[in-house]
């Protein structure tokens, strides 16, 4: 069966340090994979999302990026956290082709 | 820009009643999806309905889908403590061409209560 793992669940971070986080999932070849983030009490908006290694697509501006380095790994990143940045962070995969996508636990950042 | 909107935004039932909670979305979808999220967690997808049909049901789920009317309509029966989440629509539109790969609009959710 497949799973996704997040890590770490939860990061409080000073404004301008870096930011990473990282999304593996096992069981599955070749996934679609999404990085989203949710502010409190609102719904999921799509940052990054990639269809193979090296290929991103970026839906949102801003000082966030994302790599994927191998198959089923997908990393997101900062140079330098900006408050706006606090959230929840999810990571999905989803067969290529398909609608259904499937999450993992998220991460709670905070920047102080 | 946000697609589907659900409502109500908050519903509090009693263990036992049903629950049923309304999504609207604004243009053409392939299909619609729902799911829950459990505080604190990851969404967990819970059923997908075709723009080419009315209903579906799976277990105490029962969802129902108007492309005339741009809504669709998640049914929880009878109830349980453990149903007590948020429940988000979630519609695609297709985000790379040549691969396939669906990109998820998701509204705010309805945060559902049941009182056990």
């Known amino acids: 069966s497949q799973t996704i793992h997040q890590w770490p669940a939860t990061l409080v971070q000073p404004v301008g340090s870096p930011l990473s986080l990282e999304c593996t999932v096992e069981g599955t070849s070749n996934p679609n994979l999404y990085w989203y983030r949710q502010a409190a009490g609102r719904g999921l908006q799509l940052l990054f999302y990639?269809?193979?290694?090296?290929?991103i697509s970026s839906e949102v501006p801003q000082n966030l990026s994302a790599s994927r380095p191998q198959d089923r790994q997908f990393i997101l990143s900062s140079k330098k956290l900006l408050l706006s940045d606090s959230g929840f962070y999810l990571c999905?995969?989803?067969?290529?082709?398909?609608?259904?996508?499937?999450f993992g636990p998220g991460t709670r950042l905070t920047v102080t | 820009s946000q697609q589907g909107e659900e409502d109500p935004q908050a519903l509090s039932i009693q263990e036992g009643e049903n629950a049923t909670m309304n999504c609207s979305y604004k243009t053409s979808i392939n299909n619609l999806q729902w799911y829950r999220q459990n505080s604190g967690r990851g969404l967990v997808h819970l059923i997908l309905?075709?723009?080419?049909?009315r209903e579906k049901h799976s277990g105490r789920l029962r969802v129902t889908l108007d492309t005339s009317k741009k809504s669709s309509s998640l049914l929880i029966t009878a109830s349980r403590a453990a149903d007590t989440a948020s429940y988000f629509c979630?519609?695609?539109?297709?985000?790379?061409?040549?691969?396939?790969?669906?990109?998820?609009?998701f509204g705010k959710g309805t945060k559902l209560s049941v009182i056990p």
């Open positions: 990639s269809v193979g290694i090296g290929q």
């Open positions: 999905a995969w989803s067969v290529q082709g398909a609608y259904e996508q499937y």
């Open positions: 309905i075709r723009s080419n049909e």
């Open positions: 979630a519609t695609d539109s297709w985000g790379y061409s040549g691969a396939g790969s669906y990109q998820l609009t």
